[in-house]
Every structure is written in structure tokens, then in C-alpha cells.
């Protein structure tokens, strides 16, 4: 089959782990760049493509069987539409995909309707360690799993600059910690567990400088006993070289032993009542971002599209996770544990 014509809107800071990506994927040709600014767009030239400084000059002017949407939340459902509009077959959102649940649900249903493939890039799940996490559940080698914390240590929140130099719309977001940064650890906590049937969430702000909260604990409870913790302060630090590979360190306990997740993007194994440990995943220099997650998923998505399968991580299935991250927001404002789904869902 020919590559996949691939067209990105958006070239800020992130998006340059999206560019380098698609210049690697083997199913794919990126062929042009979008950016209302024209010095931002001016990158496409790096990468062999066509700059444009509209999403609908591109759409209108190249034949692109995938748009890649790396822009901040607010624009994502006018960006979508206007791909629908288009009939581009298939779109790749960044999360947290729209603004809100309800915004991102009518979004889906339009492309739904329209046929084009949605697809959401969650792509947390996609790096290694938590690929090897869970290949080693699958394996058994814990037994009963009683319990997965993850605690979120950036050290990138502090201060009336922070975030400015990379993505400053962070400081405006209403709702931050969770709908920006801890939906990943949602996403990972159901992709090694399942959906969680209870959630208690505390959360706060400690950086005055933001709109939202940055900090805060979030407690899912699973229907065999299970419990996973999210336990995120932007303004702590953890032991890492770069503290935005990992962003923090986890922990896998059970009848078997535990799993421990380090900043180093190392995994170790340690059977119960054992001493040593056992290194699973050892740490490298990892190209891109987060353990090349980007292109981890990028290669995901493009094989199952290839293959004529929908991915994971369709618009449909993400819907889930932003009912459970308002059933969050929920819990926090009413300071109690809350079922998941909420009774009548």
C-alpha cells in the first residue's frame, strides 16, 4: 500500500515530536504543515514539506488522507469540523481532545456521521515502560495485584513564568492537573487494569500564577479489590536526569511481589520476601519524547489503519476516559468518593 498523505496542524513546542515522528513512519509521507504563524510554519521546509499559514488552504490545496490536530484544546473541535468538512478520511487529535465532554461527544458523533476515522493521540500508554508493565502482568508474575500508585513529579510548575517559555496557555486553563496532565495516568491506570467502578479525587492549586489546579491525588477503586493511586504535585521534584521522561515514578504491588517504575525509564521486578531486584526494561537514550511515544503510537495507529482495523484509541472509546475524568472534577468539588459510571450512564 502507499504511505498515508500526512498533513499537521499546529508547529509549537510539541508538535516538533510529531514532525520528527511522521518523518520516520514507513506507512506515512508528511506533505504539508499548518501554523497562523508563519515563522512556526516555516519548520515545514526542515521536513520536506508545504507551509501554510490556514488549515483551510491546506486541506483545500493538498490531497491528505490523514490530519494530524497538535493545537491546545480550544481549537480542536473547529478543527475537526473543518476536516469533516474536507472529507479527510482519517484525523488524529492530541489530547485532552476538545474542551469538554460534551463538546468532544458531539464532535465524535459529526465524524461519526460524516465517516471519517477519529482517533485521539493518548499516547502515555505507548511508552516502553508501561508496555513492559503490562506484559508483565499479563504474565501473572505478581498473582493478586492489590495495588499501582504513580506519583507525578515534573518540577516544571513553579513560579509566575511557569510553562510561559514552552506552552503557555497551561497558565489560562481552567481545569489543568487533571484534564492536561493526569488523563494520561487515567488512560494507563484502565489500560493495565480496566475501568474502575469508584473515584475519589482531592485536588488544589499551588502555584497562584495558574488558573487551574497543579496539584492533587486522585484514587480509583476496582470492582476485584484493586487500587490505583495518582498522586501529582507539578511543582515537586523527582531523582531523573530529565524529569520529563517519566514525569515521576510507580509502583505495582501483589501476592507476588511489586513492579517499580524509576525516572530513568528503568523497571525492575522484585519478588516478595525477596532482596534483590531484577531489571526488565534498562534505561537508554530514548529518541523523541517520553520513551518515543509519539512515534510508538503514530506506528500504532498507521498499521491498524493500513490494516483496515479502528484503533484503541478512537474518539468512541476516549469518551469513557473523559466521563471519568469529570466524574473526577466531580468528586473534588463535592469532597466524597463517587461511583463510576454515574448512576444512569
Not at 25 to 40: N, R, V
Not at 206 to 234: T, V, Y
Not at 320 to 325: N, T, Y
Request: hydrophobic share 40%.
Amino acid at each position: 500500500m502507499r504511505p498515508f498523505k500526512t498533513a499537521c496542524l499546529g508547529a509549537g513546542y510539541f508538535a516538533q515530536f510529531h514532525l520528527e515522528a511522521w518523518v520516520r513512519t514507513q506507512q506515512a509521507e508528511l506533505i504539508a504543515i499548518a501554523d497562523q504563524d508563519p515563522e512556526k510554519a516555516g519548520k515545514a521546509g526542515a521536513f520536506g514539506a508545504s507551509a501554510f499559514t490556514s488549515l483551510e488552504d491546506m486541506l483545500a490545496t493538498c490531497e491528505i488522507d490523514i490530519l494530524d490536530i497538535i493545537v491546545p484544546p480550544a481549537q480542536h473541535a473547529a478543527a475537526i469540523q473543518t476536516a469533516i468538512d474536507h472529507k479527510i478520511p482519517h484525523v488524529i487529535c492530541q489530547k485532552p481532545f476538545c474542551g469538554t465532554l460534551a463538546q468532544a461527544t458531539e464532535i465524535t458523533a459529526r465524524a461519526e456521521a460524516a465517516g471519517t476515522t477519529l482517533i485521539v493521540h493518548e499516547n502515555f500508554r505507548f511508552q516502553p515502560w508501561f508496555q513492559t508493565l503490562k506484559d508483565q502482568l499479563e504474565t501473572g508474575i505478581l498473582g493478586d495485584i492489590y495495588q499501582m500508585r504513580f506519583t507525578l513529579r515534573p518540577n516544571d510548575g513553579r513560579g509566575p513564568d511557569a510553562y510561559l517559555s514552552r506552552q503557555p496557555y497551561f497558565q489560562k486553563m481552567p481545569r489543568f492537573l487533571v484534564h492536561e496532565t493526569a488523563i494520561h495516568f487515567l488512560d494507563v491506570f484502565t489500560y493495565l487494569f480496566g475501568p474502575p467502578e469508584e473515584v475519589y479525587a482531592d485536588l488544589s492549586q499551588r502555584n497562584p500564577a495558574l488558573s487551574g489546579e497543579d496539584s492533587g491525588h486522585i484514587l480509583l477503586g476496582f470492582k476485584d479489590g484493586k487500587r490505583a493511586l495518582f498522586d501529582g504535585n507539578r511543582l515537586a521534584d523527582h531523582i531523573a536526569e530529565n524529569h520529563r521522561l517519566t514525569m515521576g515514578d510507580g509502583l505495582i504491588e501483589g501476592s507476588g511481589g511489586a513492579l517499580r517504575l524509576n525516572g530513568f525509564g528503568e523497571v525492575f521486578y522484585r519478588a516478595n520476601g525477596a532482596v534483590e531486584e531484577i531489571c526488565l526494561l534498562a534505561r537508554r537514550d530514548w529518541p523523541g519524547f517520553g520513551g518515543d511515544c509519539v512515534f510508538n503510537l503514530i506506528s500504532y495507529v498507521t498499521d491498524c489503519l493500513q490494516a483496515g482495523k479502528m484503533p484503541v484509541n478512537n474518539a468512541r472509546e476516549y469518551l469513557a476516559l473523559l466521563a471519568l475524568e469529570e466524574q473526577v472534577y466531580n468528586s473534588a468539588e463535592q469532597g466524597k468518593k463517587l461511583p463510576f459510571p454515574p448512576p444512569g450512564e
